[in-house]
Every structure is written in C-alpha cells, then in structure tokens.
C-alpha cells in the first residue's frame, strides 16, 4: 500500500489541523494506521493508532484529549485531527501502515514495527 499524507501548515497556537492520509492498493480489514511525528533533533514518536477492522485506537499521553485518529474505510483514508495545538506539537508528520496486531491493549506501537510511510507533511505551531 502507498500513503500519502497531507493537510500540515502553519498555526498559532490553540488552533486546530486535520490531516489525511490516503491509501492506494488494498487495505485488509487486519491492518492498523498509525501516525507518528518527528521534531528537528528529536526521534521519530508515536502519537495515534487505530486498526481498521474494529476502530480500536490508541494514543501517546501528550495528545490525549487534544488528537483524534479516524478513518474512512470508502475513501481507504486515515485523518489526524488536531485540536488545542501547541508549540511542542511542532514536527513533521508521517502517516503509516502495519499489519495485524496481536495483543492490541498491551502493545506500544514504535516506528520500527510498521512497514509502509508516507512522505510526510509539517505542522509548524507558534506561539
């Protein structure tokens, strides 16, 4: 599967961004989108994850409350909206895929597990 993320930009901080991540080729109901970001400096982090079959998600702590993941199975897209953003949330962003995961609510998602990346797309939050 190819993806192809989209949507970053420039806002002040407080404001809110969606970003898409589209699909091409086949999505199977066992795989699992993530998105995850990665600051100048810093490691590539998770920040959200959900498996296409059920709608299970999962979060990093810091955007929790503040970052939904959702996916439109009709149109293969994975969003990431951001609300209440914050300087911090400053990075490039890149959408992912992996497949099936066993043992979803103890598992920890990090970058080395997904196999197929978007190019990414910057999300500059100033203050």
């Known amino acids: 599967v190819q993806l192809q993320a989209s949507g970053g930009g420039l806002v002040q901080a407080g404001a809110s961004l969606r970003l898409s991540c589209a699909a091409s080729?086949?999505?199977?109901?066992?795989?699992?989108m993530g998105w995850f970001r990665q600051a100048p400096g810093k490691e590539r982090e998770f920040v959200a994850a959900?498996?296409?079959?059920?709608?299970?998600?999962k979060y990093v702590d810091s955007v929790k409350g503040r970052f939904t993941i959702s996916r439109d199975a009709a149109k293969n897209t994975v969003y990431l909206q951001m609300n209440s953003l914050k300087p911090e949330d400053t990075a490039v962003y890149y959408c992912?895929?992996?497949?099936?995961?066993?043992?979803?609510?103890?598992?920890?998602?990090?970058?080395?597990?997904?196999?197929?990346w978007g190019q990414g797309t910057l999300v500059t939050v100033s203050s």
């Open positions: 080729g086949v999505v199977y109901s066992s795989y699992v």
């Open positions: 992912a895929q992996k497949g099936q995961v066993d043992g979803w609510y103890a598992w920890y998602p990090s970058a080395t597990d997904f196999g197929s």
């Open positions: 959900i498996k296409w079959r059920d709608n299970n998600k």
